[in-house]
């Protein structure tokens, strides 16, 4: 991270690029994706390791982000890592909206979320504890479904986000044959939820 006068001007980048988003609300919307190295949750079944360490990722200025993203010709920004509100995220912010960007943020909620955001996606992690700032301003909520003590734990969640917070399951991909069929039976009985897949997986797209 590197600041000017207090305002972060550049940030670790893994990398970025113009896809469709593969899962939640947004599902099939063509995005570009910025990843920001470093995180610190520590969740056994990332399939990013490599973006934990934010030193191994080069600094990238937010303007230079945005230009790369308006070039692409993408109307919406899915700022994801890692985990990206470690870092003061106001200036990307400020400077994709400048750009005539929409911006969505994925986050983990480990810490207070900064920045100006169009769409947030909470996807909370059991490995850090989620700062309560981000539930009432998520607008998905999108709980990783591992094992079926998943749904009680994600039932917690959805107790406590605002009642506009979409509500979505979605299952580890590793274990997805395995997890599948329970989340289908369980948004049947629980019609408030839905099922997210990632079908960028299925499209062989990043
Ligand atoms: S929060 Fe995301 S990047 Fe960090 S360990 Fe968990 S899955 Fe990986």
Redesign the pocket.
């Known amino acids: 991270m590197e600041t000017k006068e207090n305002v972060v001007v550049s940030l670790p980048l893994m990398e970025d690029f113009y896809t469709i988003q593969g899962e939640g609300f947004y599902q099939g919307s063509a995005a570009y994706f910025i990843r920001l190295g470093g ?1 610190d ?3 056994v079944w ?1 399939d ?1 390791k490599e ?1 934990w360490d934010a030193s191994a990722h080069p600094l990238v200025s937010v303007g230079e982000m945005a230009r790369r993203a308006k070039d692409s010709g993408a109307q919406i920004v899915v700022v994801t ?3 990206p509100v470690m870092y003061d995220l106001a200036a990307l912010t400020d400077t994709l909206k400048a750009a005539g960007l929409r911006t969505h943020l994925e986050t ?1 909620g480990a810490y207070p979320i900064t920045g100006t955001w169009d769409w947030i996606c909470f996807s909370p ?1 059991k490995f850090k504890v989620p700062d309560d700032s981000v539930l009432t301003k998520a607008d998905e909520l999108k709980v990783i479904v591992y094992n079926k003590s998943d749904f009680v734990w994600g039932e917690e969640f959805a107790s406590r986000v605002n009642n506009k917070c979409h509500l979505f399951l979605q299952p580890e991909w590793s274990k997805e044959k395995e997890v599948l069929p329970f989340i289908i039976e369980y948004v049947k009985s629980n019609p408030k939820w839905q099922v997210s897949l990632q079908v960028h997986k299925y499209m062989n797209i990043p």
């Open positions: 995180c949750v520590g969740c990332c990013v973006s890592g890692g985990e983990s992690k």
